[in-house]
Protein backbone atom coordinates (compact mmCIF):
# COMPACT_ATOMS: atom_id res chain seq x y z
CA UNK A 1 0.00 0.00 0.00
CA UNK A 2 1.10 3.72 -0.89
CA UNK A 3 2.06 5.64 2.17
CA UNK A 4 -0.56 8.21 1.02
CA UNK A 5 -2.92 5.22 0.92
CA UNK A 6 -2.27 4.30 4.24
CA UNK A 7 -2.40 8.09 5.76
CA UNK A 8 -5.90 8.41 4.26
CA UNK A 9 -6.75 4.86 5.88
CA UNK A 10 -5.41 5.57 9.26
CA UNK A 11 -6.91 8.53 9.58
CA UNK A 12 -10.45 7.37 8.81
CA UNK A 13 -9.81 5.05 11.19
CA UNK A 14 -9.44 8.00 13.36
CA UNK A 15 -12.35 10.00 12.24
CA UNK A 16 -15.04 7.43 12.36
CA UNK A 17 -15.80 7.46 15.58
CA UNK A 18 -15.82 11.28 15.93
CA UNK A 19 -18.23 11.08 12.71
CA UNK A 20 -20.27 8.71 14.36
CA UNK A 21 -20.33 9.87 17.67
CA UNK A 22 -21.67 13.45 16.00
CA UNK A 23 -24.23 11.62 13.55
CA UNK A 24 -22.35 13.33 10.72
CA UNK A 25 -21.16 10.93 7.79
CA UNK A 26 -17.74 10.62 6.24
CA UNK A 27 -17.80 11.59 2.69
CA UNK A 28 -13.44 11.05 1.85
CA UNK A 29 -10.52 11.29 2.81
CA UNK A 30 -7.68 12.33 1.06
CA UNK A 31 -4.18 13.73 1.40
CA UNK A 32 -2.69 15.39 -1.65
CA UNK A 33 0.38 17.47 -2.68
CA UNK A 34 -1.13 20.92 -4.20
CA UNK A 35 1.47 23.48 -4.62
CA UNK A 36 4.64 22.17 -2.81
CA UNK A 37 2.29 21.16 0.16
CA UNK A 38 1.26 18.75 1.56
CA UNK A 39 -3.13 18.60 2.41
CA UNK A 40 -4.22 16.23 4.50
CA UNK A 41 -8.38 16.74 3.79
CA UNK A 42 -11.74 15.15 5.68
CA UNK A 43 -15.08 16.01 3.85
CA UNK A 44 -18.17 15.26 6.18
CA UNK A 45 -21.72 15.73 5.49
CA UNK A 46 -24.93 15.56 7.64
CA UNK A 47 -28.51 15.27 6.54
CA UNK A 48 -29.11 19.27 6.06
CA UNK A 49 -25.96 19.79 5.48
CA UNK A 50 -22.52 20.38 7.67
CA UNK A 51 -21.36 23.88 8.87
CA UNK A 52 -18.18 25.59 9.89
CA UNK A 53 -18.79 24.84 13.30
CA UNK A 54 -19.18 21.50 12.53
CA UNK A 55 -16.14 21.06 10.65
CA UNK A 56 -14.01 23.15 13.16
CA UNK A 57 -14.89 20.93 16.01
CA UNK A 58 -14.14 17.51 13.99
CA UNK A 59 -11.08 19.89 13.01
CA UNK A 60 -9.71 20.25 17.00
CA UNK A 61 -10.31 16.65 17.98
CA UNK A 62 -9.06 14.60 14.59
CA UNK A 63 -5.80 17.25 15.19
CA UNK A 64 -5.33 16.49 18.49
CA UNK A 65 -5.26 12.38 17.60
CA UNK A 66 -3.05 13.24 14.44
CA UNK A 67 -0.30 15.30 16.98
CA UNK A 68 -0.24 11.80 19.77
CA UNK A 69 -0.15 9.58 16.84
CA UNK A 70 2.18 10.77 14.70
CA UNK A 71 2.39 8.73 11.97
CA UNK A 72 2.39 11.26 8.97
CA UNK A 73 6.02 11.91 8.27
CA UNK A 74 5.82 15.25 6.23
CA UNK A 75 4.49 18.64 7.30
CA UNK A 76 0.81 18.79 6.26
CA UNK A 77 -2.15 21.18 6.16
CA UNK A 78 -5.07 19.58 7.87
CA UNK A 79 -8.43 21.03 6.69
CA UNK A 80 -11.86 19.42 7.31
CA UNK A 81 -14.54 21.04 5.12
CA UNK A 82 -18.33 19.99 3.56
CA UNK A 83 -17.83 18.12 0.31
CA UNK A 84 -19.57 20.78 -1.57
CA UNK A 85 -22.08 20.74 -4.81
CA UNK A 86 -19.81 19.07 -6.57
CA UNK A 87 -18.76 16.02 -5.02
CA UNK A 88 -17.63 13.45 -6.65
CA UNK A 89 -19.35 9.66 -6.43
CA UNK A 90 -16.60 7.20 -4.93
CA UNK A 91 -18.37 4.74 -2.74
CA UNK A 92 -20.78 3.10 -2.96
CA UNK A 93 -22.77 4.65 -0.56
CA UNK A 94 -22.72 6.92 -2.84
CA UNK A 95 -23.58 5.69 -5.87
CA UNK A 96 -26.58 4.24 -3.76
CA UNK A 97 -27.81 7.75 -2.41
CA UNK A 98 -27.83 9.38 -6.42
CA UNK A 99 -29.46 6.66 -7.97
CA UNK A 100 -32.58 8.33 -9.88
CA UNK A 101 -30.68 11.64 -9.66
CA UNK A 102 -28.65 13.28 -12.56
CA UNK A 103 -25.16 12.88 -12.66
CA UNK A 104 -22.41 13.73 -14.88
CA UNK A 105 -19.57 11.96 -15.98
CA UNK A 106 -16.27 12.26 -17.94
CA UNK A 107 -13.80 9.81 -19.35
CA UNK A 108 -10.36 9.36 -19.57
CA UNK A 109 -11.12 8.93 -23.04
CA UNK A 110 -13.43 9.72 -25.97
CA UNK A 111 -16.65 7.64 -26.16
CA UNK A 112 -18.78 7.97 -29.06
CA UNK A 113 -16.55 11.08 -29.90
CA UNK A 114 -17.42 13.15 -26.38
CA UNK A 115 -15.68 12.78 -22.75
CA UNK A 116 -18.81 14.55 -21.16
CA UNK A 117 -21.83 12.90 -20.43
CA UNK A 118 -25.11 14.01 -18.28
CA UNK A 119 -28.27 11.47 -18.03
CA UNK A 120 -29.93 10.09 -14.43
CA UNK A 121 -27.76 7.37 -12.76
CA UNK A 122 -29.90 4.03 -13.16
CA UNK A 123 -27.74 1.63 -11.89
CA UNK A 124 -24.22 0.73 -11.04
CA UNK A 125 -21.64 -2.64 -9.83
CA UNK A 126 -18.71 -2.60 -8.80
CA UNK A 127 -17.40 -2.75 -12.33
CA UNK A 128 -19.73 -0.25 -14.20
CA UNK A 129 -22.23 3.01 -14.35
CA UNK A 130 -25.14 3.03 -16.24
CA UNK A 131 -27.13 6.37 -16.76
CA UNK A 132 -30.47 7.23 -18.90
CA UNK A 133 -29.22 9.51 -21.32
CA UNK A 134 -31.46 12.57 -22.69
CA UNK A 135 -33.04 10.63 -25.48
CA UNK A 136 -34.54 7.91 -23.01
CA UNK A 137 -31.15 5.21 -24.32
CA UNK A 138 -29.10 3.32 -21.44
CA UNK A 139 -25.21 4.45 -21.60
CA UNK A 140 -22.86 2.13 -19.61
CA UNK A 141 -19.55 2.63 -18.78
CA UNK A 142 -16.82 0.90 -17.39
CA UNK A 143 -15.91 2.93 -13.83
CA UNK A 144 -11.92 2.28 -15.38
CA UNK A 145 -12.59 3.96 -18.06
CA UNK A 146 -14.31 7.16 -15.71
CA UNK A 147 -12.36 10.04 -14.26
CA UNK A 148 -14.93 11.19 -12.93
CA UNK A 149 -18.81 10.93 -11.40
CA UNK A 150 -20.57 13.64 -9.69
CA UNK A 151 -24.00 15.15 -9.32
CA UNK A 152 -25.34 17.57 -11.94
CA UNK A 153 -26.28 20.77 -10.48
CA UNK A 154 -27.46 23.41 -12.47
CA UNK A 155 -27.43 27.04 -11.57
Known sequence: MAKRETYEQKTEEILLPIIERNGFELVDVEYVKEGGNWYLRAYIDKLGGINVDDCEMVSRELSDILDEKDFIDEAY???VS????GRPLKKEKDFKRSLGQEVEI???RMVDRKKEFTGILKDYDKDTVTIEMEDGSLK????GDIALIRLAFDF
Open 140 to 143: TFEK
Open 77 to 79: ILE
Open 82 to 85: SPGL
Open 106 to 108: RTY
